[in-house]
Nanobody, 123 residues
Framework: QVQLVESGGGLVQPGGSLRLSCAASGSFFSINDMGWYRQAPEKQRELVATITSGGSTNYVDSVKGRFTISRDNAKNTVYLQMNSLKPEDTAVYYC?????????????????WGQGTQVTVSS
């Protein structure tokens, strides 16, 4: 019963900014890595950025210097600040998280995706 809910997508002009949020709900023992992925039409889903529970980050080269991933462990939420957006950033953005959560009376590992949020960069 782990759910990830993304928000913050929308339509923005080239050069603009958006901030995506992803809130995880459930009974957690731990949330390890959290990340953002994206999938453009007719393309494979690709990693955008990830962040560990300790705050270490990783980015795909195409977004380095423009996007910043962060997380609030107290709120079980991960963010993606996207600046200097380009048309090629247009995609559905998905949140992903893994860790250990309670399912009924049992603690189990989870590896869960959100439902996605559309980001469109166009003039």
């Amino acid at each position: 019963q782990v759910q990830l809910v993304e928000s913050g997508g929308g339509l923005v002009q080239p050069g603009g900014s958006l901030r995506l949020s992803c809130a995880a709900s459930g009974s957690f023992f731990s949330i390890n890595d959290m990340g953002w992925y994206r999938q453009a039409p007719e393309k494979q889903r690709e990693l955008v950025a990830t962040i560990t529970s300790g705050g270490s980050t990783n980015y795909v080269d195409s977004v380095k210097g423009r996007f910043t991933i962060s997380r609030d462990n107290a709120k079980n939420t991960v963010y993606l600040q996207m600046n200097s957006l380009k048309p090629e950033d247009t995609a559905v953005y998905y949140c992903k998280a893994d860790g250990i959560a309670k399912y009924g009376s049992t603690w189990r590992r989870f590896d869960t995706w959100g439902q996605g949020t559309q980001v469109t960069v166009s003039s």
